[in-house]
């Protein structure tokens, strides 16, 4: 099954039961709550950030990342993620860091409004709990992430999932997770989401693994329940605990801001953080 957000009126017949297409003023607390609770399988907002902010931007990604837009089996960042944290050294690293990334990736766009800062808004407005940084134990998190993929570079069938990358011991646990995506630079060919409705529990994503360290073969899996392709300016909002992918792209990179948000009670506010 294969949707294009360029055309959301023409995909809705096919993808009505997976995606809701939305506008910013449409979103709802209810939308949210039901990705949430995995009844639907992503949330798309076309032209979320406007074209001219997007050139900005890429010209910005230029500058800040030499050569990203050259092609080269490269995956490169602008900011920290978190869920590259894997000892205690890059957590104290990436909470010293926290500020200064989440500036980092908001002067992309300046002197237009980061979608980053946006997006933080939307959420706070639409969720009836709010919405809050994400702290653990005193210690902020960064929000927002710019992520290049170049040409050849395969992101392959994975989950993502906050608890596997805080500290041993840590009590802190959500009870449900976001992914959103803004899509900076789109290229023609490639780069499609791919989901699968299977949300793995440890036990079974560490089966389905066999030893590799992050992500799943593909040809461990059935093919996906929905392929979509983005629009540059689209906002896409996934629950990352099912299996999600993305297809290499072709040419030019693929350019996104990454966000991800946190459900810690049924009435309080959402977290989020990159």
């Known amino acids: 099954m294969i949707a294009d957000s360029i055309t ?22 209810g939308d949210l709550a039901m990705l949430l609770r995995n009844e639907i399988a992503l949330i798309v907002i ?17 500058v800040e990342i030499p050569g990203s837009f050259n092609g080269g089996p490269q995956f490169k960042r602008i900011g920290h993620a978190f869920i590259e944290v894997d000892d205690e050294v890059r957590r104290a690293e990436y909470h010293a860091q926290a500020r200064h990334n989440s500036v980092r990736v908001r002067q992309l766009f300046s002197p237009f409004p980061s979608p980053v800062d946006e997006l933080r808004a939307l959420i706070e407005e639409t969720w009836q709990g709010g919405a809050n940084l994400l702290r653990v134990d005193g210690k902020p998190f960064a929000a927002g992430i710019c992520r290049v993929q170049e ?42 989401l791919e989901i699968w409705n299977n949300a793995p529990d440890e036990a079974e ?15 461990r899996l059935p093919p996906p ?10 906002l896409f909002i996934l ?26 009670s049924e009435t309080g506010p959402l977290v989020y953080w990159s």
């Open 205 to 219: 994503y560490e089966r389905l693994r066999a030893g590799r360290r992050f992500s799943i073969d593909r040809d």
């Open 225 to 234: 329940d929905l392929v979509i392709k983005p629009a540059a300016g689209d």
């Open 46 to 62: 076309p032209r979320f950030a406007h074209g001219e902010w997007l050139e900005v931007a890429a010209d910005q990604v230029r």
């Open 151 to 192: 040409p050849g570079i395969d992101l392959e069938p994975h989950t993502d999932r906050l608890e596997r990358n805080l500290a041993p011991g840590s009590a802190f646990e959500l009870q449900a997770q976001l992914s959103c995506n803004v899509y900076v630079h789109v290229p023609r060919s490639g780069g499609e």
């Open 239 to 264: 629950n990352p605990r099912v299996i999600h992918a993305v297809r290499p792209v072709e040419g030019e990179p693929r350019v996104t801001l990454g966000l991800f948000l946190g459900q810690v």
């Open 8 to 29: 959301p009126e023409g995909a809705l017949s096919a993808t009505d039961a997976l995606v809701r297409f939305k506008s910013r003023e449409e979103l709802t607390h």
